[in-house]
């Protein structure tokens, strides 16, 4: 029987290998002695979405990808891009995907269905919002400003760790029984964005208030601080539309992949406070 490894002889490319769970990514393929190839503007060779000229090169001996899309399989374009991407992965020899994608977006599920047609391995990762949004993203400013101002309200959700994710789709990468899988991933409860503030707010020591804006504000308040017009689009769709209670229920996708419970929100907001996440600034 042969009980060679999934990516023996190849090497797996981690898209956004730099971002949130890439760089989880790549560090937990690194501890298991594995090769890696990191595709992102500053890797070698470079990958950029908005140029597919830079794609065959990363594709180069590659037999597993992880996918991940900036700034998100929302947007105008992730479709085709998603598309043709998966197309040349194939056609160089690409055996396995694994995707990362949007929970209750129906954006998302087009570009999941592209790759769940490909004719090769595949998994999707499906999760919303990371807890690392607080310590690591776009609230982080918000946190060291002692108030966090969005446009939602009091609806649920599942906040998910990225080291988490992380293991997922290792897992889906690396080990046999998780093709052909949706893994919806969530926390293990859930969460307003007021209750995850003030669970901050603990974690933290300090005072950070929760403040509801109407998504009209919280867009001019991008705008007016130099965002990109897309990115204030896809923020609009995220709270408007994605946050309307859609993915207000919990999901076994990490059990079921891992055979454990996810990260609890106050478990990530003491170690991330630990670590210093919210600390110099305080301090300063």
């Keep these: 029987m042969n009980h060679t490894h999934p990516l023996s002889g190849n090497i797996p490319l981690i898209l956004g290998g730099t971002g949130k769970t890439g760089r989880r990514v790549v560090e937990r393929l690194r501890a298991l002695n594995l090769p890696v190839r990191i595709g992102s503007r500053s890797g070698d060779p470079a990958f950029v979405w908005e140029e597919p000229s830079t794609w065959p090169a990363v594709l180069k001996n590659v037999s597993a990808v992880y996918v991940v899309y900036y700034p998100d399989l929302a947007v105008t374009g992730a479709p085709d891009a998603i598309r043709a991407f998966t197309d040349l992965a194939v056609q160089n020899g690409v055996r396995r995907i694994v995707l990362l994608s949007g929970r209750g977006e129906e954006e998302a599920q087009r570009c999941e269905r592209i790759v769940q047609n490909a004719g090769i391995d595949w998994t999707i990762v499906r999760a919303s919002w990371f807890h690392q949004n607080f310590s690591e993203g776009a609230f982080r400013e918000m946190v060291l400003a002692g108030e966090i101002a969005l446009p939602a309200g009091n ?74 017009p897309e990115a204030i689009a896809l923020m609009r769709y995220l709270f408007g539309t994605v946050l309307d209670g859609r993915n207000a229920h919990l999901n076994d996708g990490v059990e079921r992949a891992l055979g454990r419970q996810p990260k609890d929100f106050t478990a990530y907001a003491q170690q991330a406070a630990a670590a210093g996440a919210w600390g110099a600034e305080f301090a300063a």
């Design 155 to 228: 609806v649920g959700e599942p906040f998910i760790d990225t080291d988490d994710i992380a293991d997922v789709v290792v897992a889906a990468l690396t080990k046999e029984g998780h093709s052909g899988q949706v893994y919806e991933v969530t926390g293990p409860r859930l969460l307003t964005f007021a209750e995850a503030t003030e669970e901050i707010a603990k974690a933290a020591g300090r005072s950070v208030v929760y403040r509801q804006i109407s998504n009209a504000s919280f867009a001019a308040g991008l705008a007016s601080r130099g965002g990109a």
